[in-house]
């Protein structure tokens, strides 16, 4: 029997199989798959020789979306394919009153706060760093222009490109990403809207930068793996075409996977990889530890949390952690988010009757549409990432060489951690990283190199190595940070920030310290080759995929090869559940 024989043997029997299981025999109804191979040309034809229908190419990761039976997606593992059910995104900046930090109310959109001076911003702007010249992609919900009357001039000739994957495979031009939700409109607004304050200063922090808008999500701001994945691959595919710089994800999903084995982490890996700094959204499933989401586990790339000016901009010590913001560590170990930016209720514009405006004004003046309601604050984790966003573009502007890994540092090292009195850390790092963002301090910093090292993207990608970070947990449920030489902590006052036992952010403000010196270096510079020892509980294997256990344990003086993981790195299904 030759090969192809046995393939379309193999696809009948499947087929066959499906049907028989179905109950009356019925057959199974076919779901969304991501179904990678070792290319996309090679997972096409495995899909179509099980008899699937191929809905959508995915290079990026060498692999394709499908529609398939589950029993066509049991003869693709058969086969050595990886399988991924399409699992449901969101995005994260949905934060209404029910989710500002303790002591905060919604108030009407005049008392929003607009991020620029709080991070830095305005002194480059006042010097004529606007982010001209630098091309940030905005994957989201899309972008309507006219969402203030007096910023449609400001857009002028700087969104460059519009592409739809939410309802088309790519499909270009304004009638394509048309913003039906309001959360890409909002947030782009905050990267770059050149409205001005009653001071005359813009909203955005990145002003003269462009704009190239990815829909990936629909009116209801629903996305897919799928449809974000695709948006990657085309941003990616169009990087040199169009000199992107940037890419915003104000976007999540709950992990239920390591890091490597995840469709998305490694398109968002590739994009990294290509040269193009990312950007994401921590998350708002906070305070607990252990709740940064996908792709923001992604040890490489810039994860951001929240802060809020708690409507006193004017003082920063009454500047807090925002009680939504997710906090580190990951579970394999990375000290995430990295870094911290205004998220609560940022100034953004936003069009009058999206899904997501009608809403907010019906729960904040109880009627469903307020007109015009155009500047409108939200908080959440994919603001702060929009706010930072903008940053990288001032800083690429000033600083048009720096690489990803040489961005990531010098945002880490100039960043402001919140200090108390003791100039001991108020927030331990899992919860606020390096501290909040200063693009003016980092715009001036030497740092280069002090991010990403001990890490090697390429062999993560290829499956030859993958790493674990420095960060543990004792038997009592006590998060710390090891040093590189032993499983100790680094220090034992827990004032000191490096150990943490899962408790909330604190409700008072605390001093933003701009002279803190970040001695304990190896909690950024260094990382783990991926142990056996990090484990698994065996309850916690569930339907269909692995789920991790809240247990780390590492052993440092061990190196191992993916080989030797207690965790199969073979196919693993994801469920088509949202979070």
């Not at 909330?504 to 001695?519: E, H, I």
Request: charged content about 10%.
């Amino acid at each position: 029997m030759n090969t192809k024989t046995s393939h379309r043997l193999a696809g009948l029997m499947a087929a066959l199989g499906a049907l028989a299981a179905a109950p009356g025999g019925a057959a199974s109804p076919a779901h969304h798959y991501i179904v990678e191979a070792q290319s996309a040309p090679t997972a096409t034809r495995l899909v179509r020789n099980v008899g699937g229908r191929v809905a959508r190419s995915l290079p990026i990761i060498n692999a394709v979306m499908a529609d398939l039976t589950p029993g066509q997606a049991t003869a693709l593992k058969r086969d050595g394919a990886q399988v991924y059910e399409d699992r449901a995104v969101k995005v994260s900046g949905n934060a209404t009153s029910t989710t500002n930090s303790p002591g905060e109310t919604y108030v009407a959109t005049v008392n929003g706060a607009a991020s620029p001076p709080e991070i830095g911003a305005t002194g480059l702007q006042l010097a004529g760093t606007t982010g001209a010249g630098v091309v940030i992609a905005v994957l989201d919900t899309g972008m309507s222009t006219y969402a203030h009357p007096y910023d449609y001039d400001g857009w002028s000739g700087r969104v460059i490109q519009e592409v739809d994957f939410a309802a088309s495979n790519g499909a270009t031009g304004w009638a394509n990403v048309v913003d039906g939700y309001g959360h890409g409109t909002q947030i782009t607004s905050v990267m770059g809207s050149a409205a001005k304050d009653v001071a005359g200063l813009p909203y955005g922090v990145a002003p003269g930068a462009q704009f190239i808008i990815v829909r990936a999500f629909n009116a209801n701001g629903s996305g897919s793996y799928s449809s974000v994945i695709s948006g990657l691959n085309w941003i990616v595919a169009h990087q040199a075409k169009y000199n992107i710089r940037i890419v915003n994800l104000s976007l999540g999903a709950t992990p239920q996977s390591t890091y490597w084995n995840d469709p998305l982490n490694q398109a968002v890996m590739k994009a990294w990889q290509a040269g193009i700094v990312v950007v994401a959204a921590a998350g708002n499933a906070g305070p607990a530890a252990q709740t940064i989401e996908v792709p923001g586990n992604v040890p490489y790339i810039i994860t951001v949390g929240a802060m809020t000016d708690n409507y006193t901009p004017w003082n920063s010590s009454n500047w807090k952690l925002a009680s939504f913001s997710s906090t580190g560590p990951t579970y394999e170990g990375f000290v995430k988010p990295e870094i911290l930016a205004p998220g609560g209720h940022v100034i953004g514009t936003m069009p009058n009757n999206t899904n997501q405006t009608t809403t907010l004004t019906s729960e904040i003046f109880g009627s469903a549409v307020v007109n015009p309601v155009t500047l409108f604050p939200l908080s959440g984790t994919s603001q702060a990432a929009a706010v930072t966003s903008g940053a990288v573009a001032l800083l690429l502007q000033s600083q048009p060489s720096l690489t990803p890994d040489q961005v990531k540092c010098k945002l880490m090292a100039s960043a402001q951690p919140a200090v108390n009195p003791s100039n001991h850390l108020a927030y331990s790092i899992f919860q606020q990283g390096a501290g909040m963002i200063n693009v003016l301090a980092a715009n001036s910093t030497s740092a280069l190199n002090c991010a990403n090292q001990g890490l090697n993207i390429a062999a993560d990608l290829a499956g030859t190595q993958h790493f674990g970070g420095a960060a543990n947990e004792t038997a009592n449920g006590t998060f710390y940070i090891m040093n590189m030489q032993s499983s100790t902590p680094f220090a034992a006052d827990p004032s000191d920030g490096y150990t943490w036992s899962n408790t909330g952010p604190a409700s008072q403000g605390y001093t933003w310290s701009q002279a803190y010196l970040w001695t304990k270096g190896t909690t950024w510079s260094q990382a783990y080759l991926w142990t056996k020892s990090y484990t698994w509980s065996a309850s916690t294997v569930w339907s269909e995929a692995y789920l991790w256990t809240k247990s780390l344990t590492f052993n440092s003086a061990s190196t191992l090869s993916p080989a030797s993981l207690s965790v199969s790195s073979a196919s693993v299904l994801f469920p088509a559940q949202e979070e």
